[in-house]
């Protein structure tokens, strides 16, 4: 796992790099052939010695790579490799990803099992050839301004340059007060994009001369036919598999341990397979910080069980309101300002991990995006019942819903599950994923934005990405891609790559294996959100493995109790970033309007807590990555 740089006529060679060490503290490369430049930082977990040192030369030194990722299936792809006359001078993937690109050029990416990000420069030719794992899982940003290319694991390293424009994306303005997030390719400046997860590109003379997709999740509109026994014996075997697989390491591992289902599960996994190895988990307890009034779930005695049951030894991070200081910290990693203080949480236990040398953790990111387990799949299945209403009930629903008190966690929840009933189809099915309706992100901007936004529709992107499924799919699934291609690429995969890199941590997903994905999108949904329960066929598989409280248990995660911080801890902040002066400076917000948001909030009249937070992390972002002439936090 590390952090690549690179592009044509870049200019700060060395801060390019240095400013992504903290991706790659054990070594340091660069390459530089005419305009192209290649740069490298490496955290060595396969072949520590000088032979995976980046960035990489084919022996001939007509194509060099650099890369950032792990590729599983090494072993038969070196096998195949090696029966072809191809010499190996260590056992690291990255020469595995070189000599494949000698063999079969671009359609190397079929055979990748993997996490990857990289960049391949090819003398023969004089392109550079870049991708993107299928899912995102690693980052890779780009900007291609005026005949300029450059491209990042992290948006900061492009910054560095000062040809790279610092204008803002209002697009993403608009998004991250909407969804938390913003869908890819957009950033929040206007000239760096993300590379779509699944996709490539090829560069030559700094202009991109072709891009295309070459993954993406099988859905499809016809279902397997599969018993429920078979289905369940199924899902066993492969997420086993898929936690064997990412088990390849030079160097200690372990596992994130926050005793749901998901993270329990590939610990359950990890230990059978490796019986004999002392597998350290990870578990964090926030003290003292009033969440029970939020809806929120105590983790740690779950934790503990399950630890218990398993016999591995849980290390627990204990932290108090005091994190709430790291947030400048994560909004810097980050390089988006997503509003979700789950990512300290991340950062907390990396940090911890890599302080007991582990510079591996699994973790069990992707399980409620592939088998559902989010209360809105649940609340999508239940449209049945009155979704059939004509339009004009629909919208007394819809109205009846916002009127409802949101002090009360159950309350809230109900009014969001109606707020967007009048919506038909696809646009209904999209709502599920607003924080604050789009009415209200309008009131809250400047003029001058508005006037930018005009024409711009922030369901756009999203009903873009829908586009891309063939007719007939159903609407869970629908939900499940928009799921997997957008929340868990632009916002959980995010930040779990960049919390557990700030530390030097690399973190792998065993339940996003592309056979497991598969096989997962192919299943009957009754299988995957059966009534209330989500994730049914999940927890059938488990049985027998872990204990029932723990598989049956109500849904959490990581969480925060971020309403009373807002009201307490993190007060004087909000009020500080989110004053008159500090709106009419920016020129993105109306104050007025603002203002009017958080009394509503403060009264109980919306939910706009994580909105709030938004509006304080996008102020925060601007503060590093555009007021300064290299981003950087106090």
């Known amino acids: 796992m590390c952090g690549i740089v690179g592009g044509y006529d870049c200019v700060e060679h060395q801060q390019l790099t240095f400013i992504l060490n903290h991706r790659g503290p054990d070594d340091t490369g660069h390459f530089v052939d005419g305009a192209v430049f290649l740069g490298h930082t490496r955290l060595s977990i396969q072949d520590l010695s000088y032979a995976g040192h980046q960035p990489l030369k084919a022996s001939d030194e007509s194509v060099i790579i650099v890369y950032n990722g792990e590729i599983y299936n090494t ?31 671009v359609k190397l990416l079929d055979k990748l099992n993997g996490i990857f990000a990289f960049a391949i420069w090819d003398r023969r030719t004089s392109e550079l050839f870049l991708a993107r794992d299928g899912l995102g899982i690693k980052p890779l940003y780009y900007t291609n301004e005026n005949s300029k290319f450059m491209f990042a694991s992290e948006l900061k390293a492009l910054l560095v340059d000062p040809a790279v424009s610092r204008s803002i994306n209002t697009r993403s303005v608009v998004n991250h007060l909407t969804y938390l997030w913003s869908p890819y390719p957009d950033t929040m400046l206007e000239g760096v994009n993300k590379l779509e997860p699944g996709h490539a590109m090829i560069v030559r003379e700094g202009a991109i001369i072709r891009k295309w997709r070459f993954y993406d999740l099988p859905y499809l509109p016809a279902l397997v036919h599969i018993t429920e026994d078979d289905a369940i014996e199924q899902t066993r075997r492969l997420i086993s598999q898929a936690v064997q697989r990412q088990m390849i390491s030079d160097v200690p591992l372990g596992a994130f341990l926050s005793g749901g289902l998901d993270s329990s599960a590939i610990v359950a996994f990890a230990k059978q397979h490796f019986p004999d190895q002392k597998l350290q988990t990870f578990s964090i307890d926030l003290q003292g910080m009033s969440a029970g009034s939020e809806g929120l779930v105590d983790d740690l005695p779950y934790a503990r069980r399950v630890a218990d049951h398993l016999g591995v030894e849980l290390n627990v991070v204990t932290v108090g309101s005091e994190i709430i200081n790291d947030l400048e910290r994560m909004i810097y990693h980050l390089d988006e300002p997503q509003a979700d203080p789950a990512p300290l949480n991340v950062l907390k236990i990396s940090k911890f991990a890599r302080e007991q040398g582990i510079k591996v953790l699994l973790s069990g990111a992707g399980g409620d995006d592939i088998f559902t387990g989010y209360r809105r799949h649940y609340a999508l299945m239940q449209e049945r019942y009155w979704s059939w209403l004509p339009y004009t009930f ?73 586009g891309e499924l063939p007719d007939g799919v159903h609407p869970l699934n629908k939900m499940l891609y928009l799921e997997a291609k957008h929340f868990l690429a632009d916002h959980n995969l995010n930040y779990t790559d960049k919390m557990g890199m700030a530390e030097g ?130």
């Open 75 to 105: 072993d038969e792809l070196r096998a195949d490799l090696a029966a072809d006359g191809f010499v190996f001078r260590g056992h690291s993937d990255t020469e595995i990803i070189l000599n494949l690109y000698l063999k079969l050029g």
């Open 505 to 634: 941590v690399e973190v792998r997903v065993p339940l996003l294996d592309p056979d497991l994905v598969a096989f997962a999108t192919s299943l009957p949904v009754d299988y995957k959100q059966r009534g209330c329960m989500g994730k049914w066929i999940f927890k059938k598989a488990m049985e027998g493995i872990l204990p029932k409280d723990v598989i049956y248990r109500p849904k959490t995660g990581f969480a925060a109790p971020l309403r009373y911080w807002l009201r307490n801890e993190l007060k004087e902040l909000v009020d500080d970033v989110l004053s008159e002066d500090s709106l009419l400076k920016r020129g993105l917000l109306d104050p007025v309007g603002v203002q009017r948001l958080r009394k509503l909030d403060a009264e109980g009249k919306v939910d706009a807590a994580y909105p709030i937070f938004s509006m304080v992390c996008t102020e925060l972002w601007c503060r590093i990555f555009i007021d300064q002439p290299i981003p950087k936090y106090q």
């Open 394 to 466: 629909r919208s007394m629903l819809s109205t009846a819903a916002q009127c409802l008190p949101v002090s009360n966690h159950v309350l809230r929840r109900i009014s969001k599950a109606f707020q967007y009933a009048g919506l038909d189809n696809d646009r209904r099915l999209i709502s599920y994923f607003y924080w604050l309706n789009p009415e209200l992100v309008h009131d809250v901007l400047a003029p001058g934005i508005i006037s930018k936004l005009a024409d711009y529709d922030v369901a756009s992107p999203m009903l873009r990405t829908l």
